[in-house]
């Protein structure tokens, strides 16, 4: 019988975790890479999730629509926390925010960046599926909307909730928010056209300069949950 395309991408991920393990690690990386996972994001954070409260709790980044390029301070767990690019890039197809706020536990942290088709013609628009992994509670928004949410705290696993989306032409924002309790926040997120399989004509940049024009989106993009188990 055929296999799905979302179980042969799966499949392809373990094999790149098997050339990590055998320590292949370059190899592994452009395995990685072929996939779709968004390497590179705008982070912020820590913000308080005792009692894993966060999840539900519409912090300052969730509902402020300037974005990443403003700089104005939220207020964070312990301090005031501004929007910055993240150091480190998502080789393995996952990013630890335990690298990149303080403290890391029981935090929630949000990630920001922007998907296009540069192919994709003015006024035009596609189907296309995000693939979601974390390691503690997720959820997240396309161009404003929540499509993804899952508040079982668990180990990360590629692409168990899954949401099919609307690509405008232009850029479109990801939003994700991530919350751990005793660890730090993992999360990943992979692009695929609307079967799940990798879509190289899809980009992502975390750079703020395109949050102006995926703002204008929030009212125009309708999206269809599709959970995938």
Do not use: M
Request: aromatic content about 8%; charged content about 30%; glycine content about 10%.
């Amino acid at each position: 019988p055929q296999v799905a395309v979302p179980l042969r991408t799966y499949a392809s991920l373990l094999e790149a975790y098997g050339r990590r393990r055998r320590g292949d690690i370059d190899g592994a990386k452009a395995r990685v890479k072929k996939l779709g996972f968004i390497g590179k994001w705008q982070v912020v954070g820590p913000f308080d999730n005792e009692g894993k409260a966060g999840l539900d709790r519409p912090f300052e980044p969730e509902v402020d629509a300037d974005g990443p390029g403003s700089q104005k301070p939220f207020d964070g767990k312990e301090r005031p926390v501004r929007w910055r690019l993240s150091p480190t890039s998502a080789d393995f197809g996952w990013t630890d925010l335990g690298s990149v706020v303080r403290p890391a536990e029981k935090t929630c942290a949000y990630a920001a960046t922007y998907v296009r088709d540069a192919k994709l013609g003015k006024g035009g628009s596609r189907p296309i599926s995000l693939w979601v992994g974390a390691a503690g509670a997720i959820r997240v928004f396309w161009n404003g909307k929540e499509v993804v949410r899952d508040p079982k705290y668990r180990s990360l696993d590629d692409g168990r909730p899954a949401a099919n989306v609307v690509l405008e032409s232009g850029w479109n924002r990801v939003l994700v928010k991530a919350c751990g309790d005793e660890d730090a926040p993992l999360f990943s997120v992979r692009l695929a056209d609307d079967k799940g399989a990798p879509d190289p004509k899809l980009e992502s940049s975390p750079d703020p300069a395109h949050h102006a024009e995926a703002q204008a989106k929030l009212d125009e993009t309708v999206v269809k949950l599709a959970p995938y188990q």
